[in-house]
């Protein structure tokens, strides 16, 4: 029996995640573990490096599997490449030392969120970036950034107010670049609760109009109330970039 990990990049759209659900079959996972039971003629199970939601997107996701097979990782590879269908894609297969996981190993992740800042029309990309026309003030997002920095307790940022589990994590940066029209924020962190991204940058998006202070980001945090931090931005805006073990 052999470990694998699989770099895959897909368009979220269509999806309702990347967790396979009891109530549909149009999860990335569940497509992947009933393609690769299928190649492999063995049930396959497979997992990720973290759970994308609803409509997010990957450029890099990374899950591990394992199975028995004479197959090399190049001919599975373009076999796995020839069935997925065009939304997924697979990158690149490797066998790894047996106790690679791709979610435990897992050290460090970056996401991407994309704003399209304009009225423009933008319809090449429109599945790609929210839009939000109104003027912001970036200088004053970029420094309300630097509560959220090091490592907290980010309940206040997080919409699963029944998790049981600790809310403690660690961004390590946060940068925010305009290219053209484009607002792009890019968190780096060890991990990130469900929906943490998109409310902070919600949140950003609140202090760009001038809604709210850098000091009640700081507030929300210690507070740890999601009450006070903002709206959650729309998941299509969202890419899981990169993971690093």
């Known amino acids: ?27 990335i996972q569940e497509k992947l ?3 690769l039971s299928r190649l492999l003629k063995q049930d396959i199970e497979v997992a990720g490096s973290g759970r994308t939601d609803a409509g997010v997107h990957a450029r890099r996701q990374v899950c591990s599997f394992r ?17 997925l269908p065009e939304d997924i894609g697979a990158a690149e297969l490797h066998a790894v030392e047996p106790r690679f996981h791709a979610r435990l190993s897992c050290r460090e992740k970056t996401y991407v969120y994309r704003v399209w800042n304009s009225s ?17 003030d970036v200088e004053s997002m970029r420094a309300a950034t630097a509560p959220l920095l090091g490592t ?36 780096t962190g060890d991990g990130f ?28 945090l210690e507070a ?10 729309p998941a299509h805006g969202l890419i899981l970039w990169d993971v690093r073990y």
């Open 33 to 35: 573990e009933k393609l």
């Open 152 to 187: 907290h307790d980010f309940t206040a940022f997080c919409s699963d107010g029944r998790m049981k589990k600790s809310a403690v994590r660690t961004v390590k940066d946060i940068r925010i670049d305009r290219i053209g029209n484009e607002l792009r924020f890019e968190l």
């Open 67 to 83: 199975a028995e097979t004479g197959l090399s990782c190049e001919e599975l590879l373009s076999l796995i490449r020839q069935y």
């Open 193 to 220: 609760l469900y929906n943490m991204v998109r409310i902070i940058v919600g949140t950003l998006l609140e202090v760009g109009l001038g809604k709210r202070s850098a000091a009640s980001v700081s507030a929300a």
């Open 120 to 136: 423009d029309p933008n319809v090449f990309e429109r599945r790609y970036m929210c839009s939000f026309p109104d003027a912001l």
């Open 1 to 27: 029996m052999k470990n694998y990990s699989l770099t895959l990049c897909y368009d979220g759209t269509r999806y309702k995640g990347w967790q396979k659900q009891g109530n549909t079959d149009s999860t």
């Open 224 to 233: 740890k109330d999601r009450a006070l931090a903002g709206p959650t931005a």
